[in-house]
């Protein structure tokens, strides 16, 4: 079934211009260890432009893995130094997005069920947009 957890994640993203958007969400999830992997299971809200998608990560010492299913599909790849393509599905349409992956931490805070992580990274849309984005999550 899971353990109940509160997850807090910060996005912020900067294009070429220095231009920058902030997103912050706080949400209830379920959180799950498997296999040497921490699954983290939440649904997306009005907030993030995602509602009726429900995101998982998977983390594992090296590498964090975010997907996303549901009105937005996608799968983004973090490991340190690796670029990652995929396509990124939505409402109104499908892109092609890649990331490569500057930097990640992950700290267990007492236990599985406390983590900070950080993920820095920078990221291009089909051209449509190129910038550096870096991810906060907490999970307690």
Same mark, same amino acid.
């Given at each position: ?32 260890? *498997?296999?040497?992997? !921490? ?13 009726? !998608? ?18 937005? #599909? ?26 490569? !992956? ?10 599985? *069920? #406390? ?26």
């Amino acid at each position: 079934m899971g353990e109940n957890v509160l997850i807090k994640i910060n996005t912020v993203q900067m294009d070429f211009k220095g231009n920058k958007d902030n997103i912050e969400l706080i949400t209830e999830g379920k959180l799950y260890v *498997k296999n040497n992997a !921490t699954y983290v299971v939440y649904e997306e809200s009005e907030i993030s432009g995602m509602k009726g !998608t429900t995101s998982r990560l998977k983390i594992t010492e090296d590498c964090i893995v975010i997907k996303k299913i549901g009105r937005n #599909n996608s799968e983004l790849v973090f490991e340190l130094g690796k670029r990652f393509k995929t396509l990124y599905r939505t409402p109104h349409g499908s892109f092609d997005m890649e990331i490569v !992956t500057k930097k990640i931490e992950i700290n267990t805070i007492n236990s599985h *069920k #406390n983590l900070d992580i950080t993920i820095e990274y920078d990221l291009n849309i089909s051209g449509l947009f190129e910038g550096k984005n870096s991810i906060n999550i907490k999970i307690n």
